[in-house]
Nanobody, 121 residues
């Protein structure tokens, strides 16, 4: 079984920073793309940023220049550094990963449980 566990959410003032972490654990053979998504109240889940196993990155236009995604392959962990936070960044943030478990021939998409980020004064 593969699990993704997020941490690092919380309440921050506008202009502040937060760093989210997401660690994958379990019987893992390989992790391919990893990413962060978010869902604000009353809105659909949207992509924030993705990173390949080779560390190529992709960002939503709304976060470019403010957020940075990175990963530590030795720790099976993906990070999201969020700077210059705005109230419209308030959402539940979810990580996901394309993981091939051991003793299987294909990869599957796994999701974390989500972590709340609230940007408010």
């Amino acid at each position: 079984q593969v699990q993704l566990v997020e941490s690092g959410g919380g309440l921050v003032q506008p202009g502040g920073s937060l760093r989210l972490s997401c660690a994958a654990s379990g019987d893992i053979f390989s992790i391919y793309n990893m990413g962060w998504y978010r869902q604000a109240p009353g809105k659909q889940r949207e992509l924030v940023a993705t990173i390949t196993s080779g560390s190529s990155t992709n960002y939503a236009d709304s976060v470019k220049g403010r957020f940075t995604i990175s990963r530590d392959n030795a720790k099976n962990t993906v990070y999201l550094q969020m700077n210059s936070l705005k109230p419209e960044d308030t959402a539940v943030y979810y990580c996901n990963a394309n993981v091939r478990p051991r003793f299987t021939a294909r990869a599957n998409i796994y999701w974390g449980q989500g972590t709340q980020v609230t940007v408010s004064s």
